[in-house]
């Protein structure tokens, strides 16, 4: 069974940074792209970045310029640099990725979710 396991939440000030790891573990053959997603109270889940396995990133707009996803492919591991945070970016935010299993076969996963909350 396949884990992703994301750390580095919690409360910052307007202005502030954080950094948000996610690790994949467990039986698996590769991990295809990595990302992060965030949902607010009351709003849909909405892309944050993606990045794939040969270092290929898209943003969403509203953190174009602020964040910076980067990956350690040895490690499974995806991480999220999150600058010049704005309260509108408190949310949920969660892990997602593509694994490929010891069969071969690609599959969604997503991570239990780490909150971020950014007081003004």
């Known amino acids: 069974q396949v884990q992703l396991v994301e750390s580095g939440g919690g409360l910052v000030q307007a202005g502030g940074s954080l950094r948000l790891s996610c690790a994949a573990s467990g039986m698996l053959f590769s991990v295809n792209s990595m990302g992060w997603y965030r949902q607010a109270p009351g709003k849909q889940r909405e892309l944050v970045a993606t990045?794939?396995?040969?270092?290929?990133?898209n943003y969403g707009d509203s953190v174009k310029g602020r964040f910076t996803i980067s990956r350690d492919n040895a490690k499974n591991t995806v991480y999220l640099e999150m600058n010049s945070l704005k309260p509108e970016d408190t949310a949920v935010y969660y892990c997602?990725?593509?694994?490929?299993?010891?069969?071969?076969?690609?599959?969604?996963?997503w991570g239990q979710g780490t909150q971020v909350t950014v007081s003004s």
């Open positions: 990045i794939t396995s040969d270092g290929s990133t």
């Open positions: 997602n990725a593509e694994i490929v299993s010891l069969l071969k076969r690609p599959s969604g996963s």
